[in-house]
């Protein structure tokens, strides 16, 4: 016979159970700061599926382009910290972004790092008309050349595809002048047709150009060499300690449970060990991380000091 306590207990634990089943079906929303089709949008997209899988809950993607990544930070200041919404995060919005722009918020106070999805180098490119098969080989062009008289494209000014190349072209000596466009495709697209003659793309871009016979691409800007380009050296070969690269991870909204935090960190992490999601991964270029929170902030600490270093070499100034 039950005492009175433990049938107490058990109908406790018997009205909670739908109330517990009800907050694990909720839907989880992954806020891309960019529109849909760009390598965001790609990572987020491949990692709903199996992560839908490993929480038991929906998974929606959902890009919300406009500001540099602001609207979508926006987004996740204005929702409730309760688990339901994710913002990915990376280099524009965590370190960039706060330093080119007057936010009038600090994002390392105002999200939660819950786990790095994946890192990628950028990839420098170059038109076919350029006179150069090798880094050393285009250094050297651009060096024969009035200073300026080079154009390289980014996707606007400030961004990671303008930083890099920033910080690259200065400690290679050389001078080139920048051509900013409204994001990647357009910068790609002028860079196939021959209007600008480089441009450091995400690997996902320059893979699906590679059959076109209108660039070359030259180097990557991580510290060793991509699988899916393995005769493409790296910049640190030919320049010592010069290695940067573009993260995309997931905040919550500072406040949310720590148990939501924890719960997603983990699952990614287990997603990431997949050999389809790796594989998924690879092929647009991205290297799949899937780690702890302690570790994906101690990455944004970590890069916080090279792309401040970028930013200052490209002398931007807050608006």
């Known amino acids: 016979m039950l005492s009175r306590r433990h049938f107490a207990a058990g109908l406790g634990a018997t009205l909670a159970a739908p109330v517990l089943r009800a907050q694990d079906g909720r839907a989880l929303r992954i806020v891309i700061p960019f529109a849909a089709g760009g390598s965001s949008d790609a990572m987020a997209r491949l990692l709903a599926t199996p992560l839908q899988a490993e929480l038991g809950r929906p998974v929606i993607v959902d890009p919300t382009p406009g500001g540099s990544g602001l609207l979508a930070a926006r987004k996740l200041l204005n929702a409730p910290a309760d688990g339901t919404m994710l913002l990915n995060i990376s280099p524009t919005t965590m370190i960039i972004l706060p330093k080119t722009t007057k936010i009038g918020f600090d994002p390392h106070e105002e999200f939660m790092p819950v786990t790095n999805m994946g890192s990628n180098p950028l990839v420098l490119g170059v038109h076919r008309s350029v006179p150069a098969t090798t880094l050393g080989e285009f250094i050297d062009w651009v060096k024969s050349r009035p200073a300026k008289s080079v154009n390289f494209a980014s996707g606007g000014t400030g961004t990671s595809t303008h930083l890099v190349a920033e910080l690259f072209f200065k400690r290679a000596g050389l001078q080139l002048n920048h051509v900013p466009y409204k994001g990647g495709a357009p910068a790609l697209q002028d860079l196939l047709a021959g209007h600008v003659s480089a441009y450091f793309g995400n690997p996902a871009e320059f893979l699906a150009q590679m059959g076109s016979g209108h660039i070359r691409v030259l180097?990557?800007?991580?510290?060793?060499?991509?699988?899916?380009?393995?005769?493409?050296?790296?910049?640190?070969?030919?320049?010592?300690?010069?290695?940067?690269?573009?993260?995309?991870?997931?905040a919550f909204r500072k406040g949310t449970p720590r148990e939501d935090v924890e719960r997603v960190s983990q699952a990614v992490q287990k997603v990431s060990r997949q050999a389809d999601y790796i594989a998924g991964m690879n092929k647009i270029g991205i290297s799949p991380i899937g780690d702890t929170p302690a570790q994906f902030a101690a990455t944004i600490r970590r890069d916080r000091l090279l792309w401040d270093e970028a930013i200052e070499l490209a002398g931007i100034k807050p608006e």
């Open 219 to 250: 180097a990557t800007s991580g510290d060793r060499r991509l699988p899916e380009l393995p005769n493409t050296p790296a910049l640190n070969e030919s320049i010592p300690n010069l290695s940067l690269v573009t993260w995309n991870g997931l």
